[in-house]
């Protein structure tokens, strides 16, 4: 099973990039949040990697800490969420942000996450309570931890606006969410912007 790659980034798009190692071109599912830290095409990269292999097909789902691809794989024991859906749950929530969700039974935090219906929802919270009480908090940023953060700056605005591009949305569209993003009054870093700017996307 491959547990970790370190390569060549050759492309991102949302949710999905690409990595060369030794010649040979890795296509790895990560979360927005982990697309977004990766950089740029030819920028050097390493992931932790979980590897799914089904009868048909072996999938990579990268992720920059341990911690993520320990709740990444929470996620995908609960009854109704595959190895995509729970890579999107991360895009629109920071990992430790859904664990206190969980924790708290706050239906209402989990249904904001694009693709998580309330029955989905209650899913999570009756499968996983038990097993994230314990659950340490992790580093990465966009977690609870930083959410003591300033009001963005108009360089974070403009900077989150990019990423997004970058990942293959209009610009047009970008800067509309992410300006809506920004004048609900949360207190937002960069990443956490592009986060609620693609929770905005996704409903359209």
Do not use: W
Not at 87 to 115: F, W
Not at 132 to 160: H, L, Y
């Amino acid at each position: 099973m491959i547990a970790f790659l370190r390569g060549k980034l050759l492309e991102k798009s949302v949710n999905t990039v690409v990595i060369d190692v030794g010649g040979v071109g890795y296509e790895v599912h990560v979360p927005l949040t982990t697309c977004y830290e990766l950089g740029e095409p030819g920028d050097e990269v390493a992931l932790k990697i979980h590897t799914i292999v089904r009868e048909d097909d072996i999938s990579l789902y990268g992720f920059m800490t341990s911690h993520e691809r320990e709740i990444f794989n929470l996620l995908i024991t609960v009854s109704g969420i595959g190895p995509k859906s729970a890579i999107s749950a991360l895009s629109g929530m920071g990992a430790d942000e859904m664990i206190a969700a969980i924790r708290d039974n706050n239906l209402a935090k989990l249904t904001s996450i694009p693709g998580v219906g309330k029955k989905t929802a209650e899913r999570l919270v009756v499968e996983l309570k038990d097993k994230v009480k314990t659950f340490g908090a992790g580093t990465a940023k966009g977690s609870v931890a930083d959410d003591d953060e300033s009001r963005p700056s108009s360089g974070a605005i403009d900077d989150a606006t990019s990423a997004l591009v970058n990942l293959g949305y209009q610009r047009q569209s970008a800067d509309k969410a992410v300006n809506k993003a920004a004048q609900e009054g949360i207190e937002l870093d960069v990443q956490k912007l592009v986060r609620r700017a693609l929770q905005l996307l996704a409903k359209g």
